[in-house]
């Protein structure tokens, strides 16, 4: 059964700091891994997808690595922003379209 | 597009009724997901449908939730009877081949 794991819990930054949050899967047999935002009482916002043939996704200050002999993600945010405060949530894909998720990374972002 | 669509937002009600959660998923996505998440397990899958047909339910607690999806663009989740231990925020996902899954903005779900 795969298990996702996101370190750390919660990361409290300032803002303008480089910052990476980890995701860690125990089965490598992926399709592929999705990172995911998520605001206070509100919904899942998809933030990249990689394919289990790519090692890595950009978009804007964003940019997620993959590697998957290792059961490793990263996510990378480059000069954070009070904006990007939320719950940040790795999921794997291992097959059939249903994703694992991990318990995410609580992300604060001070000004 | 507007997205994925769920009612009720918020939903009260007292334990042994019954609830039902409604879907609609985005245009074109020939897959739609249950979820739940609560504070203690995080989100995990209730049920899976592709092409209308349930896939995988092995994520459903147990007898009292079931789930339909009588065409393409609607389906729902029921709890008969309702209990304190079913209060979560549940979502609704879609997607199509791409299998990047969008989300719903969920409903959540409080049963005194």
């Known amino acids: 059964k795969q298990e996702v794991t996101q370190i750390p819990a919660a990361l409290s930054v300032p803002e303008g700091e480089n910052l990476v949050l980890n995701c860690s899967f125990t089965d490598s047999a992926i399709y592929n891994l999705q990172w995911f935002r998520q605001d206070p009482g509100k919904g899942l916002t998809s933030l990249l997808l990689i394919q289990s043939s790519q090692r890595e996704q950009t978009s804007g200050r964003l940019n997620a690595s993959l590697d998957k002999s290792s059961g490793r993600s990263t996510l990378y945010i480059a000069a954070s922003q009070p904006g990007d405060s939320a719950t940040y949530l790795c999921?794997?894909?291992?097959?059939?379209?249903?994703?694992?998720f991990g318990k995410g990374t609580m992300l604060l972002v001070s000004p | 597009d507007a997205g994925v669509i769920q009612s009720p937002r918020h939903e009260v009600t007292e334990m042994g009724q019954e609830v039902t959660l409604r879907c609609k998923p985005i245009s074109g996505h020939n897959s739609l997901f249950w979820y739940r998440q609560t504070m203690m397990r995080g989100l995990e899958l209730l049920i899976y449908?592709?092409?209308?047909?349930?896939?995988?339910d092995s994520g459903m607690p147990e007898d009292r939730f079931s789930a339909k999806m009588p065409n393409a663009s609607f389906s729902t989740l029921k709890i008969q009877p309702s209990e304190p231990r079913d209060s979560a925020v549940y979502f609704c996902a879609s997607n199509a081949h791409s299998y990047e899954q969008y989300f719903g903005p969920g409903t959540r779900l409080t049963v005194t």
């Open positions: 999921a794997v894909n291992s097959g059939y379209s249903t994703l694992t």
């Open positions: 449908f592709n092409n209308n047909v349930p896939i995988d």
